[in-house]
Every structure is written in structure tokens, then in C-alpha cells.
């Protein structure tokens, strides 16, 4: 029995299985799925991790990433049907909101510092910004691990599966 369940535990470690990330949508987050990460994408995204030398080229790395995590996510839920804004997707399923995009976004960065990938910055928790009260808006965050300058990683804007802006 020992040797079943020492075989059973390996063959079902996360090794051997694809990783998850729990994505949300249905604005605020009210519905939830989660992905899997293959080993191919998985093996892809290292890739483009590899040639990074410094936190602009990191940045640009974090950008096509995360449109990569995006397409993956809409292939395995309804996210596809969200259009830029919060308006323009109407009632569909998979419509998101700038919550729900600073969530993923975090989700999908966490993610790859979780693999070790980034080198020169860290995921902080999405911020906000409220220049007037009815333009309330959240994004992903990162910041240089000196913590001297901050960007926000935002798909909110475009229409699924286009790649987000990271803006300081």
C-alpha cells in the first residue's frame, strides 16, 4: 500500500500536471475559472524570459506574456468575448472590468515570478487611481526591486487578446 501511494503521489505531483491560475470575470469577479498553463506555453514563456538583460526588456517580456496567458485563459473560458472598456461587451459571459483585469493581470505576473522569470522587478498588489469620482480605475502593478519606479501592466483598454500597456 505504501508503494501505491508513494506512485500515486508522484505521478500526480505538480510536476507532472499542467499549472492552474484562477482567473475571474462577469465584472467584479463574480464568476471564476481556472486555467492551465501547459508545458509548451509553459516552455515558450521561459523563452522569452531567457534573453532579458535588463527591466526594459522585462517589461516587454511581461507585456507579451500576459497577452500569451490571455489567449490561453480565452481558449479554456468565456474571457474571449470581453471587448476594451466596460461597455462595449454588453451582457456577454465573459466580459471583464477593470477589476477583474487588474485581478488576472496580478494573477498571470504573480504567476511568472513565480517560475522565477522576473529578475528585475516585483508583482505589488493592483493599484487605483480616481481623478474623478465616477473614473474609478484599477490595474496590475509592478515595481523595480529597488522600488524606485513603479508600472502598471492594463489590458482593461483593448479588446481581448491584444497585448496590454505597461506604462510608468
Known sequence: L????????????PMSMAAGI????HYGCKKTAVIQVAPLLQQQLADLFRPVVNAAGER?????????LYQTAGQQSPIFADKGGNFADGSADGR?????????????????????????????????????????????????????????????????????????
Not at 60 to 68: D, P
Request: hydrophobic share 45%; proline share 3%; net charge negative.
Open 60 to 68: 516587454q517580456a511581461m507585456a507579451v506574456a500576459v497577452q500569451r
Open 96 to 168: 471583464m472590468d477593470c477589476v477583474d483585469h487588474s485581478s488576472n493581470s496580478t494573477a498571470f505576473l504573480q504567476y511568472l515570478a513565480q517560475q522565477g522569470w522576473l529578475k528585475f522587478h516585483r508583482v505589488t498588489q493592483p493599484v487605483y487611481r480616481a481623478p474623478r469620482f465616477f473614473d474609478l480605475h484599477y490595474a496590475a502593478r509592478v515595481e523595480t526591486l529597488d522600488a524606485a519606479q513603479s508600472w502598471v501592466v492594463d489590458s482593461w483598454f483593448h479588446d481581448f487578446g491584444s497585448a496590454p500597456e505597461v506604462v510608468e
Open 22 to 25: 484562477q482567473i475571474c470575470y
Open 2 to 13: 505504501c508503494l501505491l501511494a508513494l506512485c500515486g503521489g508522484l505521478m500526480g505531483s
